[in-house]
């Protein structure tokens, strides 16, 4: 089972659901898929942008690795992979 672990910001698209458990394996995309229909459009708009890419601002781990260092939206994902959805954080 995919775990998906969510920041309370992003969360917001999600009911306020922090973790949601998912029987899945194909790639990162069509997990965003399956997210969007149980929670809705509000999920997919809050961690992509116009065009469909990952926005800027959100973080998405894949096992502890940054997806967009890996595959992207690209990335697969297995049975019992863990994806960590956190927004980007900026500092000085």
Excluded: C, H, W
């Amino acid at each position: 089972m995919v775990k998906i672990v969510l920041a309370s910001p992003i969360a917001v698209a999600t009911r306020g659901e922090r973790e949601i458990d998912i029987e899945f394996e194909g790639t990162l995309a069509a997990l965003f898929d399956v997210v969007a229909q149980r929670y809705g459009n509000g999920f997919r708009q809050r961690i992509l942008d116009e065009t469909g890419s990952l926005k800027r601002f959100v973080n998405v781990y894949v096992n502890g690795e940054d997806a967009r260092y890996l595959r992207g939206l690209d990335t697969p994902i297995a049975r019992d992979a863990t994806v960590d959805l956190l927004p980007a954080i900026a500092g000085g």
